[in-house]
């Protein structure tokens, strides 16, 4: 069994990246519909939905990374480093949840 955590290395990005990237074409499309429709939020049950999906995840991913690095000390600091990454996303969903409902009233 190949000791090194590859995969563990990478996880905590690819789920930062796919997170964001749903999370930003939600938060567009939102945008798109009500200028058709003011009186659509279909687009922002979706959101609120992935969010908690999203979270749910992410804590996981990041909790799981934070034990492995214990595990793997040769790895400790870039897998410390890849979990903390994550963190960036809290901010962004923060400013897409203002940016929702400040202009959805």
């Not at 563990?8 to 939102?30: E, M, R, V």
Request: aromatic share 18%; net charge neutral; proline share 4%.
């Amino acid at each position: 069994m190949d000791n090194e955590p590859h995969v563990l290395i990478k996880l905590p990005l690819q789920i930062a990246i796919l997170s964001f990237a749903i999370g930003t074409f939600i938060f567009l499309a939102h945008f798109l519909i009500r200028l058709a429709d003011p009186y659509h939020d279909a687009m922002m049950f979706a959101g609120l939905y992935f969010v908690i999906v999203a979270v749910g995840i992410n804590i996981i991913v990041f909790f799981a990374t934070i034990i492995a690095s214990f595990w793997y000390r040769d790895y400790q600091k870039q897998l410390i480093s890849n979990a903390c990454k994550q963190l960036i996303n809290i901010p962004i969903a923060f400013l897409y949840f203002y940016t929702v409902m400040h202009f959805t009233n």
